[in-house]
């Protein structure tokens, strides 16, 4: 069967502007969308440019948008896009500029990849366990051992050694449109992994830390599409939710991300409600509120600011009595 490929194109050298090219081309079973591009290149057009490299799914180069989607070009089958959509349209990834075609800098994400350390930090001491001891200079490798039990927050649903950096979901993160130093899902779910690996010794927890500052894992904005899009099934956000708890737990507290989370969790506690003055206080101090007041004036503009006199809310007692059960604080 026939189909058309659409190909957003775009050479910096000739082109003033973007633009999209169309291609016909025959489907056969089986055929992915790397396959249309490849065949395109080969046979009817050598300047399309875009990369990629396994065609297994597992180097990350093809990632692309498909049909509006960020997706692996080699993971995709034309029937089903076609079966969608009717058609198959290929851009380049956002969030990233464009080089040529489908191909996007990538720099800027990998940045923020070294950012976060992506490597085991310090020297595991001897924990006394058979097979396990801290090399002395001139002795012969011997491997540690490592119990299956202690990778556990490493695996099954929240398999982050899956990630293979292929940007779908840095692509697909509002955190990193709305503010382009964000670190995004795939480094913070990098931070994660190398966190929770129990051959890392963090001692002083510098990762941690590091991913507490602005730009970092409070900015995330729970849109959820990191793990709708990954192709490999990994729920950054799920991680950085569980970071924020470590956080917390571990007492990084001076960012201002956690101090919001706990600030609202004792307003609630305390009144029922959400305090907004007091929680911008809490979190920034006397700085963050005069930081917040443009955003304040401008929300109040639109409607948006509750009336400085609250009404009593009905069955108030009942939002305290939920929030104790829950015990937030202690968690
Ligand atoms: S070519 Fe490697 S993931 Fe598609």
Request: glycine share 8%; net charge neutral; aromatic share 8%.
């Amino acid at each position: 069967m026939k189909f058309n490929l659409r190909a957003y194109r775009f050479n910096p050298e000739i082109d003033e502007k973007p633009y999209f090219k169309e291609y016909t081309l025959e489907d056969y079973p089986g055929m992915t969308v790397l396959n249309a591009l490849i065949k395109i290149k080969a046979e009817t057009d050598g300047t399309l440019s875009f990369r990629r490299s396994c065609r297994s799914a597992i180097c990350g180069s093809c990632a692309m948008k498909i049909n509006g989607i960020s997706k692996l070009a080699c993971k995709t089958q034309v029937s089903s896009e076609i079966e969608k959509f009717g058609t198959v349209s290929v851009e380049p990834l956002s969030n990233m500029p464009v080089i040529r075609d489908l191909i996007i800098d990538q720099e800027s994400f990998f940045d923020k990849i070294k950012e976060i350390k992506p490597y085991l930090l310090g020297q595991r001491e001897d924990d006394g366990r058979e097979g396990f001891h801290i090399l002395k200079e001139g002795e012969k490798i011997s491997q540690p051992v490592y119990y299956k039990s202690e990778f556990k927050n490493l695996t099954g649903n929240n398999d982050t050694p899956n990630c293979i950096l292929c940007e779908c979901c840095y692509s697909e993160c509002g955190g990193v449109t709305g503010n382009a130093k964000y670190l995004g899902p795939a480094a913070l779910a990098k931070l994660y992994r190398y966190s929770e690996d129990p051959r890392d010794n963090d001692k002083n927890g510098s990762r941690l830390v590091n991913g507490s500052k602005p730009d970092g894992m409070w900015d995330c904005v729970h849109c959820q599409a990191c793990e709708e899009f990954c192709p490999k099934g990994i729920s950054p956000v799920r991680t950085i939710v569980k970071m924020h708890e470590r956080t917390i737990k571990n007492s990084v507290i001076f960012s201002k991300g956690a101090k919001h989370v706990i600030s609202i969790a004792k307003s609630i506690g305390e009144t029922g409600r959400l305090d907004e003055v007091k929680v911008a206080f809490e979190s920034g101090g006397i700085s963050g509120l005069i930081n917040d007041l443009p955003m304040a004036f401008g929300a109040g503009l639109k409607g948006k600011i509750p009336p400085i006199r609250l009404k009593l809310i009905k069955d108030m007692d009942d939002i305290r009595l939920a929030y104790k059960e829950l015990d937030l604080e202690e968690k």
